[in-house]
């Protein structure tokens, strides 16, 4: 019998929360035991536990000149379909989604010294492996005195409760404490019991932790330059965005970022302007996949939701395209309230079609950090007008959220997009994906390895 690989075994591990989920939606119990499965007996397990469907609503959305292809099979309709012909007037009103779940992060997840604490994490947390039982905790139906003495052993070796501290059959206010502590820095809803979600993280064994610290560890050494004193940092692995200045965090905000077949990229870039009042201008392919076959079907698909076919410079008639067989023109979307980019563009100097932009779906914003992942690879704010004054304000200080808004407000409502405001010292920006961090308060926080890199990642490191 062939030996499970390193990478396979990693896999497997990861895809446990997932397998947990699927299994109780699914009325089933799912018990582990730590005397060991093997990674590829877990990973049959987790491979007949897929065959269940999550009861996970697919919104339709759109991201920025990617339109998401999350669309309901039998309408096949991008998300503006929702949009009135007639632009409705501005709302700037600020759309934070303070209280987010998961999202209480007051400290950047990167920075110049990110590695070396991540280092002394990693050291902690193997001690902490070796400390503890191997394998996950049993999780059952019902929380049993066995599961909160479990439980209590993992906090007390993660720092969360102190040593001496003893547990009985049920949790109680130090517990209840502890975990709220602890589910926010493993990005989940701050709840301070122990719900499905929370023991599903607790069942992770140590060793896929220690395993997405050597991962993250490996990404933050490869990141040059190292951070200045004001940058942005753009945590996919978190769906989070933070402007950093010095030691603080001016600014973070939940982020909606790229569902796992259209993974948010990592790269280092700079933010040299702000577009305000976009135009949208799908790709060739969501043109071709998406609304191609609406506009056959309605030729005054276009009109209604805003949008111009053109040839170069040219704006054609939809009946003087041949869209059965090509070739298929540009579409424009007009700006406004519904355009998939809100009402902030923030350029990227080498992300190419990849963007940092507002929503008028900013109600999505508002979901736990796993629903989050929707978009085409593009990353959507609630509230870019805030987050684009404090951009501004770094090079000019005059600026204000007032003022911002006031330059969008001055738009005239045409189909030329608005005013372009060039930030005098461009901003360093770090598109990022780690799924554990080490804060400068010591604190290590951990979130699922969504896309899948973590294993590719400790792959390569193995070879």
């Known amino acids: 019998m062939e030996t499970p690989k390193k990478g396979q075994i990693l896999q497997a591990l990861n895809c446990l929360s997932e ?210 004193r004001f940058y942005v940092i753009v945590n996919a692995a978190a769906a989070r965005v933070q402007i950093v200045d010095g030691d603080a965090v001016r600014e973070g905000l939940p982020a909606i970022v790229g569902k796992d077949t259209r993974k948010t990229p990592e790269f280092v870039s700079r933010i040299p302007y702000l577009q305000l009042m976009p135009t949208w201008t799908p790709t060739r392919s969501i043109v071709r996949k998406e609304i191609v076959p609406l506009v056959r079907r309605d030729q005054g698909y276009l009109a209604r939701h805003q949008m111009r076919a053109m040839f170069g410079h040219r704006v054609v008639e939809p009946s003087a395209v041949n869209w059965r067989r090509g070739p298929f023109p540009t579409i424009v979307q007009r700006p406004g309230p519904e355009n998939p980019l809100g009402f902030i563009r923030f350029g990227i100097g080498n992300g190419g079609a990849y963007y940092i932009h507002g929503t008028p779906q900013t109600n999505l914003l508002a979901r736990s950090l796993r629903y989050r992942f929707l978009s ?53 920006v770090y598109w990022i994906y780690l799924t554990a961090w080490t804060t400068a308060d010591g604190q290590t926080h951990f979130r699922r390895d969504m896309y899948g890199r973590d294993a590719r990642t400790e792959l390569a490191l193995s070879e």
């Not at 590695?115 to 503890?132: C, D, H, P, V």
Request: with cysteine; hydrophobic share 40%; charged share 20%.
């Open 19 to 228: 397998a947990v989920l699927r299994l109780t939606l699914a009325g089933a119990c799912f018990v582990l035991s730590s005397s060991g499965q093997s990674g590829a007996a877990e990973a049959s397990v987790f491979a007949k536990a897929s065959a269940v469907p999550l009861p996970i609503p697919r919104p339709i959305v759109a991201s920025g000149n990617r339109q998401d292809a999350s669309i309901q099979q039998s309408q096949r309709s991008p998300s503006i379909a929702a949009q009135a012909p007639n632009a409705p007037s501005l709302d700037l009103s600020s759309k934070g989604s303070a209280g987010n779940a998961g999202d209480s992060i007051e400290l950047p997840m990167f920075d110049s010294k990110s590695a070396e604490r991540m280092g002394n994490a990693l050291a902690r947390y193997k001690s902490m492996q070796n400390a503890l039982p191997p394998g996950p905790i049993a999780i059952h139906a019902k929380i049993t005195p066995n599961v909160i003495r479990s439980v209590a052993a993992r906090l007390i070796a993660e720092g969360f409760l102190p040593a001496n501290y003893r547990s009985g059959n049920k949790s109680d206010a130090v517990m209840r404490e502890a975990v709220h502590k602890w589910q926010r820095d493993y990005g989940l809803s701050e709840t301070g019991v122990l719900d499905l979600a929370t023991r599903v993280e607790l069942n992770v064994p140590m060793s896929v932790r220690v395993r997405q610290l050597e991962a993250s560890i490996s990404r933050v050494k490869a990141l040059h330059p190292l951070p200045a």
């Open 376 to 428: 085409h690879g593009c990353v959507r704010l609630a509230d870019p007008v805030s987050f684009g004054a404090i951009l501004l304000q770094h090079s000019n200080p005059s600026w204000t959220v007032d003022e911002l808004r006031a330059h969008i407000e001055h738009f005239d409502g045409g189909w030329q997009p608005g005013e372009r405001i060039s930030l005098v010292v461009p901003v360093p």
